[in-house]
């Protein structure tokens, strides 16, 4: 681990750098490391604070009262996912985590409802649909300032992103690694790439994530307090022909003395609106670097992934 100190990914500030040089170095860091950490970005902590209250409520309830609100029926998008079901695309186990979704809710008859279910709301904890309906507005306005950076990096219009996510399947979870023994494996998530374009991740206090680096070492990544650390994700891979690579991460266990406490975290995966079509960016193509993949809608990109890691069935 010597060169975690040496390649320390950077903290930038999305508030008080120029945009030219918040992008330069935003892209700098999706191109070396496949993160970015972003400090500045104008979430309300007070709400933040309020989503980890309500998260550990929710999570601290019954089992029984928990799988009221199962998310199996709707492919894991909306709702409760127990412990122990979500596995790593590859992996041989499945990983040590329970997690909520919400989602985006769409108006009656526009056609995109047919692949983004309404939300579900835990009938315990009535502040939980007006909280986190503002906090995923709030990871929505971020994200799209983040892709924005992302767009100036790669050369397009600086708002081109804007479209290709509105009404975006966009997905926050609320995630909670129970304690382990401590005589408890070492992976709590095992190693995986994102579907996603951009993962934005607040949390957590309990420290676990790593990233691998190009040269194959695994990193932690420990965002300073308030704090997102964001990702490349499969889709933006895709979209830019894999000139900005998604990265491997992972949730490893902490050290024996902190084992028997919980880790919670609260990412937010960026999504793509469903009926977009991913297909390589033209100045991402050339002679030295032909499309790799063919062009498929983002609907059906994320219906093979959630197959493979076992959210849909079949």
């Known amino acids: 681990m010597s060169q975690s100190v040496l390649d320390q990914v950077p903290v930038l500030s999305l508030g008080h750098m120029t945009k030219a040089d918040f992008s330069a170095a935003f892209g700098g860091s999706f191109q070396r ?7 500045d970005h104008g979430m309300d902590q007070a709400l933040i604070d309020k989503g980890w209250a309500l998260a550990r409520q929710f999570f601290a309830l019954p089992d029984q009262a928990k799988r009221r609100y199962d998310a199996k029926y709707n492919g894991g998008q909306r709702g409760y996912t127990a412990f122990g079901v979500e596995i790593a695309k590859g992996a041989s186990e499945n990983d040590l985590k329970e997690f909520w979704h919400v989602g985006r809710d769409l108006p009656e008859g526009d056609p995109l409802r047919e692949s983004m279910p309404p939300n579900i709301w835990p009938d315990e904890l009535p ?24 767009a100036l990096y790669l050369g397009l219009p600086e708002r081109w992103f804007d479209k290709p996510i509105e009404n975006g399947n966009s997905i926050l979870r609320l995630l909670h690694y129970p304690p382990v023994s401590a005589e408890a494996p070492g992976i709590r998530a095992g190693a995986h790439e994102d579907i996603n374009l951009i993962t934005l991740l607040l949390g957590a206090e309990e420290g676990g994530l790593e990233l691998k ?23 933006l891979q895709r979209l830019t022909n894999h000139h900005l690579p998604s990265t491997s991460h992972r949730v490893v266990n902490p050290p024996p003395e902190r084992r028997g406490y919980s880790r919670y975290s609260m990412p937010f995966f960026l999504h793509l609106r469903p009926d977009f079509l991913i297909d390589a960016l033209s100045q991402c193509v050339d002679a030295e670097h032909p499309r790799r993949e063919a062009p498929i809608t983002a609907h059906d990109y994320l219906t093979e992934r959630l197959r493979e890691i076992g959210l849909i069935k079949g």
């Open 213 to 235: 680096d190009r040269n194959g070492n695994w990193l932690p990544v420990v965002p300073p307090p308030g704090a997102l650390a964001i990702n490349v994700g499969d889709m």
């Open 127 to 150: 502040e939980f649909r007006e909280t986190f309906g503002r906090l995923y507005a709030e990871f929505d306005r971020v994200g799209a300032e983040l892709l924005s950076a992302i």
């Open 33 to 39: 490391f496949g993160f970015a950490m972003v400090k």
